[in-house]
């Protein structure tokens, strides 16, 4: 049995480009902060992620992330500042930097990060998710 990964390698082997279309993977989930894969690049993935409500404060000690959002608004704050992302916006959180994303509606996210990169950084708890679950 293959995982997911290695499926979509073996199906990226048959064929010369593998497009992905965004809509498409967003339809194929509802749960909320739950990232799921949808490309590798080298080690870096890119994950699509529905959200809505407050996450964790938490940060990513050895590793930047990037926040695209594709639909909605992300905020994300920080110590000092909170920043609004709007669809078509993305921002790169500096590595090692105190952040807690949240929505007050539902949007739609593509997060880039390095692969094995748990969503709540050092930290654990009931927003843990599973980590390389491709779609």
């Not at 964790?56 to 000690?61: N, P």
Request: glycine share 6%; aromatic share 10%.
């Amino acid at each position: 049995m293959y995982t997911g990964y290695e499926q979509c390698k073996l199906l990226i082997g048959r064929m010369n480009m593998n497009k992905v279309n965004l809509s498409e993977k967003f339809a194929l989930f509802h749960q909320q902060w739950k990232p799921k894969v949808i490309a590798q690049m080298n080690d870096y993935q890119f994950k699509v992620v529905k959200l809505q409500g407050e996450f964790i404060w938490h940060q990513h000690d050895h590793t930047d992330e990037t926040f695209i959002v594709i639909s909605g608004q992300l905020n994300i704050a920080f110590e000092d500042e909170t920043v609004v992302l709007n669809a078509g916006e993305l921002l790169v959180v500096p590595k090692g930097k105190q952040h807690k994303p949240f929505a007050e509606q539902e949007c739609q996210v593509m997060i880039i990060e390095p692969k094995g990169i748990l969503n709540t950084g050092e930290e654990r708890s009931e927003r843990t998710a599973e980590n390389d679950v491709w779609i």
